[in-house]
């Protein structure tokens, strides 16, 4: 019932800049949480960046600086700019939605493959 799509990804020189964008659908209320994560061939998925619901964010250590996760809730959509980008940033970068009251349910994109050359 719940969709998440994700958008936006591409090839990039390193120091250049990428926008992703998430879109939510579905018959639930604003989710509570929403944020974006990244997985490199061979290693775990990780946190990059969340925001609530009251736009408090928190981003991985390895991207603050460079990175900016904002949402908007009237388009149910979420966005990733994504500025002077390393190799190291490269990556299948995925849409997280966590809804519900109480115990939060995550919904999952499929994910946007962001290549970033030297």
């Known amino acids: 019932q719940v969709q998440l799509v994700e958008s936006g990804g591409g090839l990039v020189q390193a120091g250049g800049s990428l926008r992703l964008s998430c879109i939510v659908s579905g018959k639930i209320s604003s989710p509570n949480v929403m944020g974006w994560y990244r997985q490199a061939p061979g290693k775990q998925r990780e946190l990059v960046a969340i925001i609530t619901s009251g736009d408090i964010t928190n981003y991985a250590d390895s991207v603050k600086g460079r990175f900016t996760i904002s949402r908007d809730n009237a388009k149910n959509t979420v966005y990733l700019q994504m500025n002077s980008l390393k190799p190291e940033d490269s990556a299948v970068y995925y849409c997280?939605?966590?809804?519900?009251?109480?115990?939060?349910?995550?919904?999952w994109g499929k994910g946007t493959l962001v290549t970033v050359s030297s």
């Open positions: 997280n939605a966590k809804v519900g009251i109480g115990l939060l349910v995550n919904y």
